[in-house]
């Protein structure tokens, strides 16, 4: 079954931060397939996906970055009404939280990220319910 690992930078909420981290990816001629960001006051948590994450950990590591791994389904839903609680209420039914999610629109489908707090689980209960999982290459490839 397929996952993707997703990034996580830890950044303090202060000017330049956010724009010294994708200036350096890009400068290693990283791409980026998705990304969010949460913040706080104090701090924020920058979440991507990226063509070449054991890179991209090397590269923020050496700028001093706090960087963590981990992983995430991603899924191709139709983008319409209804389809990404349809998604959730699959994994609800069988008592299966969801973290936190993110999507983005791609043609007519909607891409679908999302942090399930048992990924094994969700790629079952997912593939029974005939959702389209993605790997990395999808994602690169779209």
Same mark, same amino acid.
């Given at each position: 079954?397929?996952?993707?690992?997703?990034?996580?930078?830890?950044?303090?909420?202060?000017?330049?931060?956010? #724009?010294? !981290? *994708?200036?350096? +990816?890009?400068?290693? %001629? $990283?791409?980026?397939?998705?990304?969010?960001?949460?913040?706080? &006051?104090?701090?924020?948590?920058?979440?991507?996906?990226?063509?070449?994450?054991?890179?991209?950990?090397?590269?923020?590591?050496?700028?001093?970055f706090v960087v963590t791994t981990t992983e995430v389904v991603a899924l191709s839903i139709p983008n319409q009404a209804g389809s990404f #609680?349809? !998604? *959730?209420?699959? +994994?609800?039914?069988? %008592? $299966?939280?969801?973290?936190?999610?993110?999507?983005?629109?791609? &043609?007519?489908?909607?891409?679908?990220?999302?942090?399930?707090?048992?990924?094994?689980?969700?790629?079952?209960?997912?593939?029974?319910?005939?959702?389209?999982?993605?790997?990395?290459?999808?994602?690169?490839?779209?």
């Open positions: 079954m397929s996952h993707i690992i997703q990034i996580s930078v830890f950044l303090e909420n202060k000017s330049g931060r956010l #724009a010294e !981290v *994708l200036g350096s +990816l890009g400068n290693e %001629n $990283l791409k980026i397939n998705a990304l969010t960001i949460a913040d706080t &006051s104090e701090y924020g948590i920058l979440r991507l996906i990226v063509n070449n994450f054991p890179h991209a950990i090397k590269v923020l590591k050496a700028k001093e #609680a349809s !998604v *959730l209420q699959a +994994l609800a039914d069988k %008592n $299966l939280s969801v973290e936190y999610m993110y999507a983005f629109k791609w &043609s007519t489908q909607a891409v679908l990220i999302l942090r399930p707090e048992n990924l094994e689980k969700a790629l079952d209960i997912l593939t029974q319910h005939e959702f389209k999982i993605l790997d990395a290459e999808d994602l690169e490839n779209l």
